[in-house]
């Protein structure tokens, strides 16, 4: 069993790897996993070692990550007998990272909560050595953890975009699989198969997840432009038959200015115009719409395209993501 959360000491809550990486970039809160202490989301497991018995990260503070973010066993990390965690397999896939195993998320969220998690930092214990971990005080037997309540009860769902992206992703040649599990946003409930939408199927409907590969990026004065590669068959009513339409998508620059994670998403849009590698957009909230633009050559002409600004950038996602050209 892989690990779908960890004990988080200094918030005193069991957060994702997706938390954890999106705490990362948050400019607003003050937090770096490699400082932070992690250990067995189990409480029985965790309260019965000291708290230097802990757990590692990997991929949390890659920006463009392409193999899956986990919580590892470190080589000298401990589990009670009987723990869910401290199977054969986990150790094995956690410290050796057995590529076939850590290249998939198995823990499929079924909501996407599209309001933000707030966490509270624990009054750090004037004993508590916060830059040092491994030397921390042991655990405190006087006043056991309880889980977070609001966190306990709602262990499947997650407000980091980033998680049901990846779920996708990495488990896109398993089709099966994608169809019996349930994600909802909002009022919608849909397999993961339905909710991810191909981009140039984006007519069939209004409000889900759509993604594409990228055909180029624009840089411009007040925005970016991401043009998808595929194009949208649509018939005009005053048309005879089908034509193609490019599709786009606007990111405003005052948006990303005001971003809690400016830094790591001007960094990923930066590595996504110089990158080589074949990239794909995912975004969720906006639903792109037939609009008549004036021509950049020829001001005075003007054309259709499919098209919508960005309005949350926790709902957008630029990134690799190799098994989608073929899926
Ligand atoms: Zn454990």
Redesign the pocket.
């Known amino acids: 069993m892989k690990f779908d959360t960890a004990y988080c000491i200094s918030l005193d809550d069991k957060l994702s790897i997706y938390d954890v990486r999106d705490l990362n970039f948050d400019e607003t809160m003050a937090f770096d996993s490699a400082k932070e202490q992690f250990q067995?989301p189990?409480d029985a497991?965790?309260a019965a070692f000291a708290a230097d018995n802990q757990l590692g990260t990997f991929n949390a503070k890659n920006v463009n990550y392409i193999r899956t973010p986990h919580f590892k066993n470190l080589p000298a990390t401990r589990?009670?007998e009987g723990?869910p965690?401290?199977s054969s397999r986990t150790l094995a896939a956690g410290v050796e990272g057995t590529p076939d195993e850590d290249d998939r998320e198995e823990h499929f969220p079924s909501e996407l909560l599209l309001a933000r998690r707030e966490y509270v930092r624990k009054p750090a214990t004037p004993t508590a050595d916060v830059e040092t971990p491994g030397t921390a005080a042991p655990a405190s037997t006087s006043s056991p953890r309880t889980p977070h309540p609001a966190q306990a009860s709602t262990p499947d769902k997650t407000s980091v975009f980033a998680h049901p992206v990846e779920c996708f992703v990495s488990n896109i040649d398993d089709k099966e699989l994608l169809k019996r599990m349930p994600l909802k946003i909002g009022e919608h409930t849909a397999s993961y198969a339905s909710f991810f939408k191909k981009i140039e199927y984006l007519l069939d409907n209004k409000g889900l997840i759509y993604w594409g590969k990228i055909k180029e990026i624009k840089d411009y004065t007040q925005s970016f432009r991401i043009d998808f590669e595929q194009k949208v068959w649509f018939k005009q009513a005053d048309e005879a038959k089908k034509k193609p339409y490019s599709v786009n998508v606007y990111l405003s620059k005052k948006l990303i200015e005001n971003y809690r994670k400016r830094k790591a998403f001007l960094e990923e849009i930066k590595h996504a115009i110089e990158s080589e590698q074949e990239l794909y957009c995912f975004f969720y909230g906006v639903t792109p719409e037939l609009k008549q633009v004036p021509s950049k050559k020829h001001p005075e002409q003007t054309f259709r395209v499919f098209s919508a600004n960005i309005e949350n950038l926790d709902h957008f996602i630029i990134r690799e993501a190799p098994g989608l050209a073929t899926g």
């Open positions: 067995c189990n497991c965790r589990h009670i723990c965690y401290g």
